[in-house]
């Protein structure tokens, strides 16, 4: 059953103009935490030439991907992956994903998750992607230990309140972990409602 968010409804615009920019023409995408599947359906409509990999770890968004991409036909979407992002060794290919993709994008996932997660994709980014392969993460986050607006401080808050593993991450931690991995932070590019997308790149 399709799922909907109004989330990406407002960002997807925003988010398809960066992807735009910032990958190949061709080449291959994994997304992590693909919640809805809203998304997948439409960078797979404005990214014709990228084949897109979609994934998550929850049943419910399992088979609303699974069903948004019955819906849309699209012939460069892939059937969804289940992936727990916090394990350090994701055996992609017993699930039939290629080894090796352009680039691994991830948006709204790590700051309403355990740290694991993050260490878990880049660890995994380390692994599997090209050469010159990127990962791309979306969402808010803390600059060098500073929050860039007033709501992000509240939202980060928020979220720790619910969850002392949750929160809004900082990007000196982001590049400490990224060097770890072979990484570093080659772009930061603001984008509405205080959000960013960070690009690291080996």
């Not at 080894?99 to 691994?104: L, M, Y």
């Amino acid at each position: 059953m399709k799922r909907h968010s109004v989330v990406p409804d407002k960002n997807r615009e925003p988010i398809l103009k960066i992807l735009e920019r910032a990958l190949p023409i061709t080449g291959t995408v994994l997304e992590i935490g693909s919640g809805t599947g809203q998304h997948a359906v439409e960078f797979c409509r404005g990214l014709a030439d990228v084949t897109w990999w979609p994934s998550d770890n929850l049943d419910g968004h399992l088979r609303s991907i699974a069903a948004w991409r019955e819906h849309a036909k699209l012939a460069n979407l892939r059937p969804p992956a289940r992936i727990d992002a916090s394990q350090m060794d994701w055996r992609l290919a017993s699930q039939g994903l290629p080894p090796a993709f352009t680039a691994i994008f991830c948006a709204n996932v790590i700051h309403i998750a355990p740290w694991p997660v993050a260490q878990g994709i880049f660890a995994a980014a380390g692994r599997h992607l090209e050469t010159h392969g990127r990962l791309l993460l979306y969402g808010p986050f803390r600059r060098d230990g500073v929050h860039n607006s007033p709501g992000n401080e509240a939202f980060d808050e928020g979220l720790r309140r619910d969850n002392p593993e949750w929160g809004v991450r900082d990007t000196s931690d982001l590049k400490k972990l990224a060097a770890k991995n072979g990484f570093r932070l080659t772009e930061l590019i603001e984008m509405p409602a205080n959000n960013a997308v960070l690009v690291f790149s080996r």
